[in-house]
């Protein structure tokens, strides 16, 4: 979030560290903290509440709070941790992407997605991405370091001000024959963790950040942890320790080749856990938690799209609780693969649901802002300041 006004000085961060951000910390280490700068513990209730349920970390904001220790509570527990360096908006404004800039200048990106029915908020789990696969833009760029559970959190907060702001229009053409319900202010409903970076290789900090974004407030922000997906390229063990914590978010698997032999190209890691153990991994995930796993699959032309691949994805999913999201390759500066064609999408998805299999097509949002699957590169090759 831009900082506004004020003159507080950015805190210093130990071990080249973001700042200390209260959502990092739960309740009980947020009320020690207070404690600690000599506040009534039942502060950090209120500037929960600020962060989580109102969307400010903005001093000039805590009426509740005396004058006098305002900017000490909020310069000590709420400091700025990105700042917003370029946003792109497309699809009549329902889409816009975000591009951040941490303390220390690593960048990351975000996009909001509004839908008629709910509010998509696509987040980065890390400064870029060390999994290094061809088709993924972030991939391209090596991994340069894991985001804290805060500034996870902060990209959701800052789309759920944008929604409060009022600065994300409605879907224009809605079309529901459903009876009319009383405009509801826009609240952000879904989170994937889609964006750059591997969530599963920034384990605690993104277990931490769902439990934020997924505790009530003041705890949290109160979104339901079904609405809240974590897609990985399949790293098994921390896929069983996910399955243990207790949580009911969707896990999605980036599968993108049925076969060890293409996978292994496709999903580098896969030369560490082949498609069968990544499978089961997610077997079990769905056998805990009770939820239907996900199988990302990008359709690239000629590489991944043939019949008899669909064919064995479809052998290797029936009777499991999955379903499968295809999505048509968004292509990447450079590549030399492209999406399916429309009858071998079509055909894809035909063998798939032979077997029993359900399967969805992802839609393309963001395509022309770079901000679709995939294309979240965070070049900024000349810094435009952020619309005002
Ligand atoms: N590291 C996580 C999150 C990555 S992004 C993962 O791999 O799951 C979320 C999804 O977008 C993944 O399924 C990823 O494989 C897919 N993706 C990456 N690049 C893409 C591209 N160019 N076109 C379409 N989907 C892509």
Known sequence: MPPRGGTRSRPRSPRGKPPRHLADLDLAGRRAAVADLGEPPFRAVQLSKHFFGRYTQHPDDMTDLPLTSRAALAGALLPPLLTAERELTCDDGTTRKTLWRAFDGALVESVLMRYPDRVTMCVSSQAGCGMACPFCATGQAGLTRNLSTAEIVAQVVAGARLLADGQIPDVPGRVSNDPPVPPRPPRVSNVVFMGMGEPLANYA???AAVRRLTDPVPEGMGI????VTVSTVGLVPAIAKLAA????????????????ELRDTLVPVNQRWRVAKVLDAAWDYAAVTGRRVSIEYA???EINDQGWRADLLGSLLAGRLAHVNLIPLNPTPGSKWTA????????????????GVPVTVRDTRGREIDGACGQLAASVSAPAPAPS
């Open 224 to 227: 339901s942890q079904r609405s």
């Open 299 to 301: 359709l690239i032309k």
């Open 205 to 207: 900090s993104v277990v």
């Open 245 to 260: 914590e207790g949580l009911s978010v969707t896990l999605a698997v980036s599968l993108h080749a049925p076969d060890d």
């Open 340 to 355: 399916s064609r429309p009858g071998a999408q079509r055909e894809f998805v035909r063998r798939l649901e032979s077997h």
